[in-house]
Each structure stands twice: as C-alpha cells, then as structure tokens.
C-alpha cells in the first residue's frame, strides 16, 4: 500500500537552530508531495508541493524540500529556526490517478527552544 | 473568497444522538474531501466526493454519510454518535483543472462524544 513516512513525532530544535523534518514515500512512481503546518487549533494551511518541476521547492515562512528519487524522499528544512516555527508538520503524498487522494504522514510536532 | 469553512467548531453530543458537520467552499472546487485527525494518527479519509452527486469511501467511513447536491456544500452526517468518533474533523477542497492539486482545509470542527 502507498504510504507516507515521518519518523519520530516529536523535535525541538533551539531558536536559530536548522530545522530538518524527514519524509519518505513508498512508491516506484513518484508523487506529488506536499507539506503541511497546522498551528494550534487551526487548519492545515500548505507550506510547499513537489509537482515534477524542480526538486529543490522553496515554500512559505523560509522552508524549503528538496526531492531525492533515489531516496524517495522529500525532507523539510529550514536553516533558521523561529518562535513561530513551533507546530504541527505533516507531509503528504497524492498518488496520481482516478479520484487521486493525498496520502498524510502521522505528523511531526516542532518544539522551538529560546 | 471566504475559502472552506466549517460549522459548528465545537460540539459535545451524547452517544447516539446524531449531528451533522456542515462544509461549504466558495472556490468553485469539484473535488472535497472530509478527514478525521486523531493526535499522532494523522488524518484520515473519511468520504469524498469528485463533484456534486458523487460521493465514495474513504479509509474510514464506517458510523458516517455524505451527501454532495451542490458544487459549494459537503455535509457529513454522524447518525449514531460513538465515543470512537470522537476527534477533530476537517473539510478540505480542491480544483481538479491544471497542476496544482493543492487541497485547501476548513478549520476543524472539535467533536466530543460522551
């Protein structure tokens, strides 16, 4: 089954700090794979979306992925982090087709240390 | 554009009654989805629909319905409430023309069920 996977659930990082949060997918075929932030009681609001163009993608708030097909992986980062970093990370991937459907990872949860 | 937005945010229903999650968007999107997100699950599929008069099953569809009559509305319907149902709800949308796939969430409705 096509899955979406980000280790641990939990990081905290020191503010400045790099951010890395790691995502693979399983597939022979690559997706398009997005990342997701959801801060406290919110929605899910898109950070950035791989779509087959470039593989390095810059998205929103400094993060950017790159994607590795020999890896079959899309890791976020970010070189600094800030206060306002700290939430809920979830990366996704839509595996093309009829009535295609975004697959989530289980979320990673970004704590940031003053 | 007012984008997804969901109604109630908040709900506490006794086991058995039933409630319905309302879900409008204002983007003209053929494509909406309901999902559940449940703390280090990540979000589940619940039902979604390609377009006004067809709806499918998600990954977890059992204990809910759908109907879809208009491009704008997603209701979902809980009949017979459950603790087990108990979770946060999100309606998402999405534009089935040109490359972007990105899906685009509601707020979240919080439901208890006691």
């Known amino acids: 089954a096509q899955s979406v996977t980000q280790l641990g659930s939990h990081v905290s990082v020191s503010e400045g700090a790099l951010v890395l949060l790691r995502c693979n997918y399983s597939?022979?075929?690559?997706?398009?794979l997005f990342w997701y932030v959801q801060y406290p009681n919110q929605g899910l609001q898109l950070l950035l979306k791989?779509?087959?163009?470039?593989?390095l993608v810059k998205g929103i708030n400094g993060f950017e992925a790159e994607f590795k097909k020999s890896e079959t992986s899309f890791h976020l980062t970010k070189p600094s982090a800030h206060m306002s970093d700290a939430a809920e990370y979830f990366c996704a991937a839509l595996y093309t087709g009829a009535n295609s459907k975004l697959t989530f990872g289980k979320g990673i949860t970004l704590s940031v240390r003053p | 554009n007012a984008g997804v937005t969901q109604t109630p945010k908040f709900r506490i229903l006794k086991i058995g009654q039933s409630m319905t999650l309302q879900c409008t968007q204002d983007m003209n999107h053929n494509y909406m989805y309901w999902y559940r997100q449940d703390p280090g699950m990540g979000l589940k599929l619940i039902y979604y629909?390609?377009?006004?008069?067809?709806?499918d099953k998600g990954e977890v569809p059992n204990g809910y319905n759908v109907s879809r009559s208009t491009t704008e509305d997603f209701p979902l319907r809980l009949e017979l409430a459950a603790p087990s149902q108990t979770s946060v709800y999100f309606c998402?949308?999405?534009?089935?023309?040109?490359?972007?796939?990105?899906?685009?969430f509601g707020p979240g409705t919080r439901l208890t069920v006691t």
């Open positions: 629909s390609v377009g006004a008069g067809i709806t």
């Open positions: 791989y779509t087959s163009a470039a593989t």
């Open positions: 998402a949308s999405r534009n089935d023309r040109g490359a972007s796939y990105e899906q685009y």
């Open positions: 597939s022979s075929v690559p997706p398009y």
